[in-house]
């Protein structure tokens, strides 16, 4: 398949300026009938939206919720902000969303035991067969395949930690200051050019890819954006709120070793330049701190204030593994088999 | 937020199976002196020994089984059964 490489038109200007991309093209009718109404004023969608396809990794449903929480992040060239909270737009995403988490929930396994949500969370983390992206990575991996992942990783990454502060107002005491604590790192501890999404955008200018939001929606494939899309859902509802921070609390706590290898597998590379490698290497050492934060003073110390909650926290640590382990086999099989994981 | 705490109270926290977190006002230096410039208000210092960015964690804890308590070890007081 092709590479990595932006397309043609979506040209890597000189300038870092914040730009919006236009709408992706779409890839079945629920992201057809996204994409054709954006492009006009806000205005009433068809009531029913359902998807033929596996909710878990189905292109066309994906990137239409995609779409539908975009709206509220950095929005679309020529796409009407008002969008953003049109009602008809809203029950879309919605039912999209439900029938996401429908079938999501359907596929995770028995809830380990443990003394707390912490010990949980490790058992969870402990009983993960997934294989690891990272791993392959740094033993297999071609530049190719490095430039692949980045533009994978892109979706979420160039708006690290956004979907996350719609959570802060549903939380109170010790889990909220756990949460402003992870979240003011990625923010840059208050400085722009140390936020982790600029840190990424960097890493990407530095290696002539494109560095502007949604500039390879048209590359990922469904399995990339139910990542992206499950965050933004457990951050769309307060009932959600405990899964979140479940979610959030294992992406923290296997995030060190994953990008200790990222950045090892980019150095074997040769592509160790100090401004590809420092999103990498600052993850390293900001998720270590993030890791004990947020499993035992976000997540633990919420499911202490609000057991009936703490099973949904553990719930939204085993939906986070589900959907990064078939992230994860879907760009490993790919590679094995000589494959692009991207679409084409 | 900065990495000026306002004279905040420096604090050391020990958290199970990890690492130590100090928050506040605080400063990493050599014994010559020289500042570790930690880039960030709360660190993450490492506690079982194995990390590859030492002073600070990187996670390594966990692959290798660390294990300690997050209270004080060693001088136990005879009611205190916690073992880590």
Same mark, same amino acid.
């Given at each position: 398949?092709?590479?990595?490489?932006?397309?043609?038109?979506?040209?890597?200007?000189?300038?870092?300026?914040?730009?919006?991309?236009?709408?992706?093209?779409?890839?079945?009718?629920?992201?057809?009938?996204?994409?054709?109404?954006?492009?006009?004023?806000?205005?009433?969608?068809?009531? @029913?939206?359902?998807?033929?396809?596996?909710?878990?990794?189905?292109?066309?449903?994906?990137?239409?919720?995609?779409?539908?929480?975009?709206?509220?992040?950095?929005?679309?060239?020529?796409?009407?902000?008002?969008?953003?909270?049109?009602?008809?737009?809203?029950?879309?995403?919605?039912?999209?969303?439900?029938?996401?988490?429908?079938?999501?929930?359907?596929?995770?396994?028995?809830?380990?035991?443990?003394?707390?949500?912490?010990?949980?969370?490790?058992?969870?983390?402990?009983?993960?067969?997934?294989?690891?992206?990272?791993?392959?990575?740094?033993?297999?991996?071609?530049? @190719?395949?490095?430039?692949?992942?980045?533009?994978?990783?892109?979706?979420?990454?160039?708006?690290?930690?956004?979907?996350?502060?719609?959570?802060?107002?549903?939380?109170?005491?010790?889990?909220?200051?756990?949460?402003?604590?992870?979240?003011?790192?990625?923010?840059?501890?208050?400085?722009?050019?140390?936020?982790?999404?600029?840190?990424?955008?960097?890493?990407?200018?530095?290696?002539?890819?494109?560095?502007?939001?949604?500039?390879?929606?048209?590359?990922?494939?469904?399995?990339?954006?139910?990542?992206?899309?499950?965050?933004?859902?457990?951050?769309?509802?307060?009932?959600?709120?405990?899964?979140?921070?479940?979610?959030?609390?294992?992406?923290?706590?296997?995030?060190?070793?994953?990008?200790?290898?990222?950045?090892?597998?980019?150095?074997?590379?040769?592509?160790?330049?100090?401004?590809?490698?420092?999103?990498?290497? @600052?993850?390293?050492?900001?998720?270590?701190?993030?890791?004990?934060?947020?499993?035992?003073?976000?997540?633990?110390?919420?499911?202490?204030?609000?057991?009936?909650?703490?099973?949904?926290?553990?719930?939204?640590?085993?939906?986070?593994?589900?959907?990064?382990?078939?992230?994860?086999?879907?760009?490993?099989?790919?590679?094995?088999?000589?494959?692009?994981?991207?679409?084409? | 937020?900065?990495?000026?705490?306002?004279?905040?109270?420096?604090?050391?926290?020990?958290?199970?199976?990890?690492?130590?977190?100090?928050?506040?006002?605080?400063?990493?230096?050599?014994?010559?002196?020289?500042?570790?410039?930690?880039?960030?208000?709360?660190?993450?210092?490492?506690?079982?020994?194995?990390?590859?960015?030492?002073?600070?964690?990187?996670?390594?804890?966990?692959?290798?089984?660390?294990?300690?308590?997050?209270?004080?070890?060693?001088?136990?007081?005879?009611?205190?059964?916690?073992?880590?």
């Amino acid at each position: 398949m092709t590479p990595t490489k932006a397309n043609p038109s979506n040209t890597v200007t000189a300038e870092p300026e914040p730009v919006r991309c236009g709408l992706p093209g779409p890839v079945g009718p629920l992201s057809a009938l996204l994409v054709d109404a954006l492009a006009g004023g806000p205005r009433g969608l068809p009531g @029913e939206a359902t998807s033929l396809g596996n909710p878990l990794d189905d292109a066309d449903l994906h990137l239409a919720l995609y779409l539908c929480f975009e709206l509220n992040y950095h929005g679309f060239a020529g796409v009407d902000s008002d969008w953003a909270d049109e009602p008809s737009l809203l029950r879309v995403r919605r039912l999209l969303g439900e029938q996401f988490l429908a079938a999501l929930t359907g596929n995770l396994g028995p809830l380990p035991d443990g003394a707390d949500v912490p010990d949980r969370l490790e058992a969870i983390i402990a009983a993960d067969d997934s294989p690891s992206i990272a791993t392959y990575l740094l033993q297999h991996a071609t530049e @190719e395949q490095v430039r692949e992942l980045l533009v994978h990783r892109s979706a979420y990454l160039l708006k690290e930690a956004d979907p996350h502060v719609r959570v802060l107002p549903w939380l109170r005491g010790r889990p909220k200051a756990a949460l402003v604590e992870i979240l003011a790192d990625e923010y840059g501890g208050g400085r722009a050019e140390r936020m982790h999404a600029e840190l990424y955008a960097r890493c990407l200018r530095t290696l002539g890819m494109d560095w502007r939001e949604n500039a390879y929606l048209d590359r990922l494939p469904g399995v990339t954006l139910a990542t992206v899309n499950l965050t933004s859902l457990l951050c769309a509802r307060p009932r959600w709120r405990g899964a979140l921070l479940g979610h959030l609390a294992v992406t923290e706590m296997t995030s060190s070793e994953a990008n200790r290898r990222y950045a090892a597998a980019l150095r074997r590379l040769h592509l160790g330049q100090r401004d590809v490698i420092a999103y990498f290497d @600052e993850h390293v050492l900001a998720d270590a701190v993030h890791d004990v934060v947020a499993a035992h003073d976000m997540a633990g110390a919420f499911a202490r204030a609000e057991p009936q909650l703490a099973e949904s926290v553990l719930r939204g640590a085993q939906m986070l593994l589900h959907v990064e382990g078939a992230f994860a086999r879907h760009v490993i099989n790919s590679w094995a088999a000589g494959a692009s994981s991207l679409r084409g | 937020m900065t990495e000026d705490q306002g004279g905040a109270e420096t604090v050391i926290t020990l958290y199970r199976d990890g690492p130590l977190l100090v928050r506040g006002n605080f400063r990493i230096a050599q014994p010559d002196g020289t500042t570790i410039d930690a880039s960030r208000a709360t660190v993450a210092l490492c506690r079982c020994g194995g990390s590859r960015t030492r002073p600070f964690c990187d996670g390594t804890h966990r692959l290798i089984g660390f294990r300690a308590t997050c209270g004080p070890e060693g001088r136990r007081r005879q009611d205190d059964s916690d073992e880590g």
